[in-house]
């Protein structure tokens, strides 16, 4: 629908501020990819709901955007802490060093190196942050009463097998941050009551058959960051049966067996991330069905069984991002009916489809890698990115001010050099070579000037609805045709550019030398340098294997920056292009210019004339300039060329503003410096206008040679 979204367009250049999207839903039902406003009878689409701006009236796009379907929200319901007993100290015995209230002691922080001795009916033992190192035999057999033992951050390396003897109502038991290594056969074997079991930073790098033996009313385990290389073949919940919440984040596992969770059907969390997985079996997960939340992330995954996720009705929170997946299965999340939120960010789904989410159907919350991808779930509300910084969900270009600019600056360009093109033909020149050149110089820069239109063009085509379009846009043949375009634009010029400065150079230091490119001469070399724009511009296009989607690999259809999803061919083509021949023409250009500027002056101060001061000023302002326009346009691209090869991200917003306005800076004044500024070209300009023009006859001297040639032939 490209005439109301040239209204909207419109709209948003006088207001910014446009509500004409909103679309009136005729029945309680919005259509697919759009969602109520709470109870009005307008629905809003997916890209305006939770993008932090109030869309709807009553705010209600911007309601219950939070996603919190994981386990904080589960931890909090069970961590409530209890705040019912008194202060006063109901110990008989309590050492000196400690604080006591009620039945429970506190001796964190006291370098102890051993456990003190207490009355026996503590119910709370707090010894964080001591020294100790062992816990011995039998110890804390007396405290039938203790319910939490707290020993966080000691230096306990051994645990002796009968070390928690005899603490049957132990429901907390914490021992992380330790050097705990491996876990003895049945050392927990009275803890009958015990609930969370905390062994967090450890070095644990194994679990023993027997060594969860007894934990039978056991909730919640944590082994996050220890060394864990495996889970034991035979179920991991047969001795736990009640095991609810397994927090296994940060080891090093690297298989799932479908054996080692067989029993855990009492499992609602189970997180796995930061290991090293690559081999899932199918029918790892089918006996939990109570799974809520399935943390997968940040592995090594490169496949997913295709139903391994098969009984997980009750899963409300899966997330597989950050793993090297190269394919999803169709139908993978069919069985995932309750699932609220699915995190797939850092996920290439090359073959995305409708299909895959289809059977969600109360998903809410989805995370991508590319904002592209939300175009395939539209049934859900929110979609994370929103953009890529050069794109948005809406439009090609995500920036108002650059949407509006491309056209600006394409006209900039495109009249700019028209104009150039027009007068050098209508004014008669006698350096019949030189104008050729700025002529194709000129045509050069003008088709950078076609690229923004393009660029605008399919902008004003896709308004309000790129992110349906934008993987077809970015494959699509106009999208690489009109990349290769700038790219043909940006070398031409910047080769037409070094060519007429070399010829400049020789002139000028070498004034006696007589070399001037002929007609024949100066016709092969543009000849040659368009044909050489043109191998460059089309080869990425030569080999799809080496090159992948060379030019369509951002919204605006140039290779700017590398990424690691760029193939390792077109990596090295760009840089070549880029800090090879692009950088080499720069260096060129700026030494020839000093080099020029210099030899004019020494030819000037020889021939003592007080004229030549101001010649020699202008002549420096001009090379300067010169020399300026090319840096500012050029080292910044130079920069982000490198930047990106030093892996640093660069963000989508920093390649958009680099495309639209700094690209084109040489483009939009090359016309300016090597024209319309030149006295010559000026005086011309009059003659064509049937103004009467006065020769000045200068004196021929070999300073007078160069000057006269710098400001009549060369520009
Ligand atoms: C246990 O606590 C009671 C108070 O509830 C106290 O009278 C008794 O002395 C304590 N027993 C020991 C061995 O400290
Ligand atoms: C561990 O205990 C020491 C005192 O022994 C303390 O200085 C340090 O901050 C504690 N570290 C953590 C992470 O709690
Ligand atoms: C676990 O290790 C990671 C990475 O080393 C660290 O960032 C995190 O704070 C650790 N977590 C805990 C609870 O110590
Ligand atoms: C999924 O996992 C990644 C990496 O571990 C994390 O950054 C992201 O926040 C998670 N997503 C959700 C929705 O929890
Ligand atoms: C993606 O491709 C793989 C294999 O090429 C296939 O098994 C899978 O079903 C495809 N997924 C979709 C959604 O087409
Ligand atoms: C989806 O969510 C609604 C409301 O929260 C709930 O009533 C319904 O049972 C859910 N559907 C499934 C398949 O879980």
């Known amino acids: 629908m490209p005439s109301p979204c040239v209204l909207a367009f419109l709209t948003v250049l006088i207001s910014l501020s446009d509500s004409s999207m909103e679309l009136y839903a005729t029945t309680d039902v919005c259509p697919l990819g759009q969602f109520p406003c709470g109870n009005l009878l307008v629905c809003l689409p997916q890209s305006r709901q939770c993008n932090g701006v ?77 020294q100790i190192t062992s816990l ?45 290594t491996t876990l003895k056969a049945a050392v927990f074997r009275d803890l009958h009551n015990l609930q969370w079991l905390i062994l967090e930073d450890n070095h644990i790098s194994s679990i023993r058959q027997k060594s969860f033996t007894g934990l039978k009313t056991l909730f919640f385990l944590s082994l996050l960051n220890n060394s864990l290389n495996n889970i034991p073949k035979k179920s991991f919940c047969q001795e736990m049966p009640r095991l609810n919440w397994l927090e296994m984040e940060g080891n090093m596992i690297s298989e799932l067996q479908s054996s080692s969770f067989q029993e855990c059907s009492a499992l609602t969390v189970l997180a796995l991330r930061r290991n090293r997985i690559h081999i899932i079996q199918e029918g790892t997960f089918s006996t939990m069905q109570k799974l809520i939340d399935l943390d997968l992330s940040m592995n090594r995954i490169q496949e997913l069984p295709p139903s391994l996720f098969k009984n997980l009705k009750n899963m409300k929170q899966l997330n597989i991002s950050y793993n090297p997946l190269s394919h999803i299965h169709k139908d993978q ?112 820069d003008c088709l950078m000037g076609v690229y923004l239109f393009f660029i605008g063009a399919f902008d004003i085509k896709y308004c309000g609805e790129y992110n349906r379009n934008a993987q077809l846009w970015m494959e699509s043949l106009q999208c690489q045709l009109i990349g290769s375009l700038a790219m043909l634009s940006t070398e031409v010029s910047i080769m037409l550019l070094t060519y007429m400065t070399l010829e400049k150079y020789i002139c000028i230091v070498f004034p006696f030398h007589n070399y001037r490119a002929g007609r024949k001469q100066t016709l092969s070399t543009l000849i040659g340098i368009w044909i050489l724009g043109f191998m460059i511009a089309i080869i990425p296009f030569w080999d799809k294997q080496t090159f992948g989607n060379y030019y369509g690999r951002n919204g605006v259809c140039f290779p700017l920056h590398s990424d690691i999803m760029e193939k390792p061919g077109a990596r090295s083509y760009s840089t070549g292009i880029f800090l090879g021949l692009n950088l080499f023409a720069f260096i060129i250009i700026v030494f020839s210019y000093i080099s020029m500027f210099y030899s004019v002056r020494r030819t000037g101060s020889k021939t003592a004339r007080h004229t030549v001061f101001d010649e020699e000023v202008t002549i420096a302002k001009r090379f300067f300039f010169i020399v300026f326009t090319d840096a500012l346009c050029w080292i910044p691209i130079f920069l982000l060329k490198i930047l990106s090869l030093l892996k640093v991200e660069i963000t989508g917003t920093v390649i ?47 300073h007078t040679i160069s000057m006269t040639y710098i400001h009549s032939s060369t520009f």
């Not at 909090?76 to 100290?89: G, Q, R, T, Y």
């Not at 309750?338 to 789904?349: F, T, V």
């Not at 809410?364 to 969900?393: A, M, Q, W």
Request: charge should be neutral; glycine fraction near 4%; proline fraction near 4%.
């Open 136 to 180: 011995p035999p039998d110890q804390l057999i007396q405290y039938k009463n203790l319910e939490k033992l707290h020993l966080q951050n000691n230096s306990i390396r051994t645990i002796s097998t009968r070390a928690f003897s005899g603490l049957y109502k132990l429901k907390k038991l914490f021992l992380s941050q330790n050097m705990i």
């Open 656 to 702: 958009l503003w680099v495309v639209i306005f700094i690209l084109p800076i040489n483009s939009a004044l090359n016309p300016i410096l090597y024209t319309i500024t030149t006295t010559s070209f000026q005086e011309r300009l009059k003659l064509c206008l049937q103004v009467k023009w006065q020769q000045l006859g200068p004196k021929e001297t070999p």
């Open 333 to 444: 999340f069919d069985s995932l009916v309750s699932l609220q939120s699915l995190g797939m960010e850092g996920i290439e789904i090359s073959n995305i489809s409708i299909r895959m989410f289809q059977s969600l159907v109360n998903l809410s919350h989805i995370y991508f890698k590319k904002f592209e991808y939300c175009g395939y779930s539209l049934n859900v509300r929110s979609c994370k990115p929103n953009t890529d910084g050069i794109s948005s969900f809406e439009n090609l270009l995500a920036n108002i001010i650059l949407r509006v600019f491309v056209w600006v600056v394409a006209f900039a360009i495109c009249f700019g050099n028209v104009f150039v093109i027009c007068l050098r033909s209508c004014t008669a020149s006698d350096n019949h070579h030189h104008t050729m050149s700025i002529k194709s110089l000129c045509c050069a």
């Open 54 to 130: 109030k869309d709807c009236e009553n705010g209600a796009d911007e309601e219950n955007c939070v996603d919190n379907t994981g386990w904080p929200h589960l931890f909090d319901a069970f961590a409530k802490p209890n705040i019912l007993e008194s202060n006063e100290c109901l110990l008989d015995v309590v050492p000196e060093v400690c604080d006591c209230e009620a039945r429970r002691v506190n001796c964190n922080g006291r370098n102890l190196q051993y456990i003190p001795v207490v009355s026996s009916n503590v119910t709370a033992f707090e010894l964080n942050g001591n």
